[in-house]
Nanobody
Framework: QVQLVESGGGLVQAGGSLRLACAIS????????MGWFRQATGKEREFVAA????????LYADSVKGRFTISRDGAKDTVYLQMNSLKHEDTAVYYC?????????????????WGKGTLVTVSS
């Protein structure tokens, strides 16, 4: 059974930075495309960023391009989301996702595994 555990959320002022981490256990990390999604109160879940199994490809939502960076560390079985220049509208619960199918992750289509989420609050 695959387990995803997020960490790194918290309260930060607008313009600040946070780094989220998602550790995967139970399966071979290298075989999974990984993604980050977020859901703000009263809104639908939205795609934030994804990284391919080998780490060679990344994809970002337009709203975070140039501010967020996704990366993965095979030695630690962990995917990261570095968030810089945070805005109030980035406030949300951030979820980590994993699937062996890249298209499932980037399209948020029947993704197999999800973490429980970590709250990011950006004060204006």
């Amino acid at each position: 059974q695959v387990q995803l555990v997020e960490s790194g959320g918290g309260l930060v002022q607008a313009g600040g930075s946070l780094r989220l981490a998602c550790a995967i256990s139970g399966r071979t990390f290298a075989t999974y495309a990984m993604g980050w999604f977020r859901q703000a109160t009263g809104k639908e879940r939205e795609f934030v960023a994804a990284v391919s199994r080998g780490g060679m490809s990344t994809l970002y939502a337009d709203s975070v391009k140039g501010r967020f960076t996704i990366s993965r560390d095979g030695a630690k079985d962990t995917v990261y989301l570095q968030m810089n220049s945070l805005k109030h509208e980035d406030t949300a619960v951030y979820y980590c996702a994993a699937d062996q199918n890249w298209y499932a992750v980037v399209n948020d289509t029947r993704v197999n595994y999800w973490g429980k989420g970590t709250l990011v609050t950006v004060s204006s």
